[in-house]
């Protein structure tokens, strides 16, 4: 039989569980080649932790073993360009060809699309946690606030993780009650959307309003951020309205990693596919995890969050096989899906529910417990326990 070459672009969540699924379904005469700039990985679960102090990078650094990965390659490169029609990947480390593409290469951090937060960031005003060197800097401007105000800022829409924001206040709070300086810290959310969590319902979203009322912590719904004047640190919004602080606690802007964008896919830049098989209009491609984009039915994108590239990884792989030619179940990934929200006081919520649901989606929200909050620190040493030589979480706090 002839080999056919499946490259799969990204070693996160989406990635991984694809390679690795494919290896259930395709034979030994095909070729998995998983192409990835790092040759490591954090969960995005892990990274408020950091920010928390609960975690070190060295504890939570996913580093895929050759036993874990079994029989598909790792190739360290840089992705440059995606030729489509000559079905070729260019990357740092030279061409690939191919018979079935994935794309997984998630989101990136965009933060000069932010006027004025590179400057901030430089100068200390400024923090962020959504990488793993962001959330420890986080985490030591945190410990050093003493007095004046904290500002959670959603940038823009958008972003991965719909929770992070007002999990990452909740736990900027309890990490400033643990220092002693929180009666001395005023802490406020600022975001462009008109509720938390906006896809998952307003019942959803006015309980995490709750929360953060519970805490002290102010929320601010409809304010798009224009700019972050850094001299003066003061949040500029398009309604000429300003958000004083002392620290800026920022969710940056996301954008498309740039050879995706390039392709041509959509204006924005992001993967149009089919809600239930992941497959793109462009022959042999499947996109899936936070660089493809799903309008659900309520007209609202699907979240950019890691439980979904899991889930979709069975219905690319599947797909693939049978493209392919292979037996393979029938491609179809269902939409269920669910989030932890850190709620501080080592507890957690938990949002779950289908996200398909022919009237939008249907999700509920949990009482936070600590016993969910647990349950989050095993699916953390769960995945890292999969892949990693030595991958071992501690418990949490």
């Not at 430089?122 to 962020?128: E, F, K, T, V």
């Not at 953060?212 to 409809?222: S, T």
Request: proline fraction near 7%; include cysteine.
């Amino acid at each position: 039989m002839a080999q056919r070459d499946i490259v799969v672009l990204g070693g996160g969540f989406g990635g991984l569980s694809t390679v690795r699924e494919l290896q259930r379904h395709l034979p030994a005469s095909d070729r998995i080649t998983l192409i990835d700039r790092t040759g490591d990985q954090f969960q995005g679960l892990s990274l408020l932790w950091l920010m928390r102090g609960w975690r070190q990078p060295e504890d939570v650094r996913v580093v895929p073993t050759a036993r874990a990965l079994g029989r598909a390659r790792r190739v360290t490169a840089e992705v440059t360009a995606l030729d489509l029609q000559g079905r070729t990947v260019r990357t740092s480390g030279g061409d690939f060809g191919y018979d079935a593409l994935v794309l997984a290469l998630g989101a990136r951090n965009d933060t000069a699309a932010l006027p004025g937060l590179d400057q901030a960031l430089a100068a200390g005003s400024a923090a962020h946690y959504y990488s793993a060197e962001a959330a420890v800097d986080a985490h030591a401007r945190l410990r050093a606030v003493r007095s004046g105000r904290v500002v959670v800022l959603v940038s823009a829409i958008p972003y991965r993780c719909p929770a992070a924001p007002y999990e990452g206040a909740l736990l900027a709070g309890c990490l400033l009650s643990e220092t002693g300086a929180r009666d001395s810290v005023a802490l406020d959310v600022f975001t462009p959307e008109p509720q938390p969590m906006p896809v998952a319902g307003p019942v959803v979203g006015q309980a995490v309003v709750s929360l953060l009322e519970a805490q002290k912590i102010g929320f601010h719904p409809g304010h798009q951020a224009e700019r972050v004047d850094a001299a003066a640190r003061e949040v500029v919004f398009a309604d000429g309205t300003r958000a004083p602080f002392d620290l800026l606690l920022v969710v940056p802007p996301h954008r498309p990693p740039e050879p995706v964008a390039a392709a041509g896919f959509s204006p924005a830049g992001w993967v149009p596919v089919d809600a239930h098989t992941l497959r793109t209009q462009d022959d042999r491609v499947w996109a899936m995890g936070d660089n493809a984009a799903i309008t659900l039915t309520n007209g609202k994108p699907l979240p950019k969050a890691a439980v979904f590239a899991r889930g979709q990884a069975e219905a690319v792989a599947a797909g693939i096989a049978r493209e392919l030619g292979h037996d393979a179940p029938e491609p179809y990934f269902t939409g269920h899906g669910h989030c932890y929200i850190e709620t501080g006081g080592r507890k957690a919520a938990k949002g779950e529910g289908d996200f398909y649901h022919p009237d939008g989606p249907q999700v509920a929200m949990s009482e936070p417990s600590e016993e969910l909050h647990r349950e989050k620190g095993r699916e953390e040493s769960g995945w890292l326990e999969l892949w990693s030589a030595n991958g071992s979480a501690a418990p949490a706090g």
